[in-house]
């Protein structure tokens, strides 16, 4: 997989620190794997809504990658609590289904952007990028 | 069965597996199917409720599951890693779906995707007239996909359309 220019805090230096939260295990898998070449740190994994919120709660991670289409809780639902009461937290969805109304909800609820699956590296990482752009640095001269 | 309910389908199979192994893709064959379906391999199931209703299996023999699987996964999967496989073929069908399902909403068709789950019995519902199934073959790098595609469109109610505006 090609590697990226890591995405690092502005504040510490440090990794980015993700929670991935997908029902398909091998969706989780493959987005960790794609975080990582971006310098980033995978710290916690769900597998629906609910469990997203509870681990968000628990891990306060830098970014939210959350899948929309998920069983108990969908994705929207889910980024809508965790930022009621967070107002910080940065969620980006991440589904195969992509059209205007679920983006637009998506957004409404305050999620910070939308990627659409199968996911292409470089897209996932100018979003990272983009929604880190207060907090993150990428490092110069590198990668993508 | 209406063919804009299809097209989708076919249009995203082809560009979500061609990106996904990097290679292309070529549609083999499509054919209407009568008779009740029957698993080839590890199958994935995706319901559709809504204005369009029905249901989508998304169907692959084990050594094309197993190339399938180490290709996005990205390394080498072997039989022992069933899980893993069914996994893959889970979110493959997931992609497929997912995007031809973004293009059916843009166009104009509401309806609600459940997640994918996978499809262990042997054989599936007979479709009816009005559920009758298309099945595509693609032929891909790893092997042979299936996708059985049996759709019902629900023409809204006076009152749904009145209140969606």
Do not use: W
């Amino acid at each position: 997989m090609e590697k990226f220019a890591p995405v690092t805090r502005s504040e510490d230096g440090q990794p980015v620190r993700y929670l991935i939260v997908d029902d398909s295990v091998f969706a989780r898998k493959n987005l960790a794997r794609m975080v990582e070449t971006f310098g980033g740190q995978v710290i916690g994994e769900a597998g629906d809504g609910i469990s997203a919120i509870s681990e968000y709660e628990r891990l306060t991670p830098d970014i939210v990658l959350m899948d929309i289409t998920m069983p108990q809780m969908e994705g929207i639902e889910a980024a809508e609590k965790i930022v009621r009461d967070h107002p910080g937290a940065r969620i980006v969805m991440v589904s195969s289904v992509g059209y205007q109304e679920n983006i637009v909800a998506a957004l409404q609820r305050g999620a910070r952007h939308f990627v659409q699956k199968p996911v292409k590296p470089e897209v996932l990482y100018e979003v990272i990028k983009y929604v880190m752009r207060d907090e993150g640095t990428a490092a110069q001269g590198a990668g993508a | 069965m209406r063919m804009d309910l299809i097209q989708p389908f076919i249009n995203s199979a082809d560009a979500v597996l061609a990106q996904g192994l990097n290679s292309p893709v070529a549609i083999e064959n499509l054919t209407m199917e009568e008779e009740a379906y029957r698993r080839r391999g590890i199958a994935a199931e995706v319901c559709l409720t809504g204005e369009v209703e029905g249901r989508i299996i998304f169907d692959v023999d084990i050594q094309a599951g197993l190339q399938l699987a180490s290709r996005l996964a990205g390394i080498a999967v072997s039989e022992t890693d069933e899980e893993l496989v069914r996994e893959a073929v889970c979110e493959l069908a997931n992609q497929i779906i997912g995007n031809a399902v973004t293009t059916l909403n843009d166009q104009g068709f509401h309806f609600h995707v459940r997640p994918p789950v996978f499809h262990t019995s042997e054989q599936g519902s007979r479709s009816s007239e009005d559920t009758e199934a298309v099945v595509m073959a693609f032929n891909t790098s790893s092997g042979s996909v299936f996708m059985n595609v049996a759709l019902r469109y629900q023409r809204p109610s006076a009152a749904q359309r009145s209140a969606a505006g």
